[in-house]
């Protein structure tokens, strides 16, 4: 039986925390090959734009890399869709160098791009995303007694942004599953470059629970090491973006209560700059 090859796929850009730069002294992130940061986001026009990411490799062991870039979009389940170029896709506009290297343990490796469009960028979003695939090494082999191979591939989102800027999203309300445990906010995007909803859940003992106006601040409290009284769980809404153009429902799912009773959901977000609250009852 050959070795096994598994491909790990993280599509940080899309699901990870947005990082502001990719300077030399970002710590790694978790895991044995790291990408900083996790998504770019840039102003693009007749200019060239020039920016870097940075690859940390924390394995013991050297690792061969290629690099490719791509246009992308999202499917109806919120997967990242590769699609052909056109000329107002970033993809097309952008040098990357070098686009294949080796990383050697410890090290890291910084990835430089420029955003060079010959033609006239049309206002709003246009997409690219980079991969940063793991090559098998040279001289590997087939052999059954050697161990499972584990390869990976990571993704980064490239934004680039065109004047006019226009953000033109709408949520009807979160809603809550009550089976599932899970919010959804369905939104509809007719602005010209994506939207994400940002904002925090929390979960409390509904004869604790602070009072929708009280709940900032006792979850920075808790950030703080000073656990708020009645605080089950709290954590991020789902980031995942929503595209120009389309409309999708976004869902977080909650943590399980471990015991039994009557609990108080409250919902805080951002969707572009309308502030969205909600709670929820829930008796488990």
Do not use: C
Request: glycine fraction near 6%.
């Amino acid at each position: 039986m050959k070795k096994l090859q598994l491909l790990f796929l993280a599509i940080l850009v899309l699901f990870g925390t947005l990082l502001s730069s990719a300077n030399a002294e970002e710590a790694p992130p978790p895991g044995q090959i790291g990408v900083a940061p996790s998504m770019l986001e840039l102003s693009i026009g007749s200019k060239p734009v020039n920016e870097s990411l940075r690859l940390f490799n924390l394995k013991k062991t050297p690792t061969k890399v290629s690099v490719e870039v791509y246009n992308w979009t999202l499917d109806e389940n919120n997967e990242v869709k590769l699609i052909p170029p056109d000329e107002q896709s970033l993809d097309q506009w952008m040098l990357v160098n070098p686009m294949s290297f080796v990383l050697e343990p410890g090290k890291s490796q910084v990835i430089r791009l420029s955003v060079r469009p010959p033609v006239k960028p049309a206002p709003g979003e246009h997409r690219a995303i980079i991969y940063f695939t793991e090559e098998p090494a040279e001289g590997s082999s087939e052999d059954e007694d050697k161990p499972v191979e584990i390869m990976f591939k990571l993704g980064v989102g490239i934004y680039g942004y065109a004047d006019e800027i226009k953000r033109a999203s709408s949520m009807p309300a979160f809603r809550f599953d009550n089976k599932a445990l899970e919010i959804k906010a369905p939104i509809t995007n007719k602005g010209n470059v994506h939207t994400r909803l940002r904002g925090t859940y929390s979960i409390w003992n509904k004869a604790q629970f602070p009072g929708l106006s009280n709940v900032e601040k006792a979850l920075k409290d808790n950030e703080d090491g000073k656990a708020p009284a009645g605080l089950v769980a709290s954590g991020q809404l789902n980031q995942t973006p929503v595209l120009p153009g389309h409309t999708r429902t976004i869902v977080t799912e909650l943590p399980q209560p471990k015991k039994p009773g009557s609990y108080v959901i409250a919902v805080s977000g951002v969707l572009d700059d309308k502030k969205i609250q909600k709670t929820f009852a829930v008796s488990r």
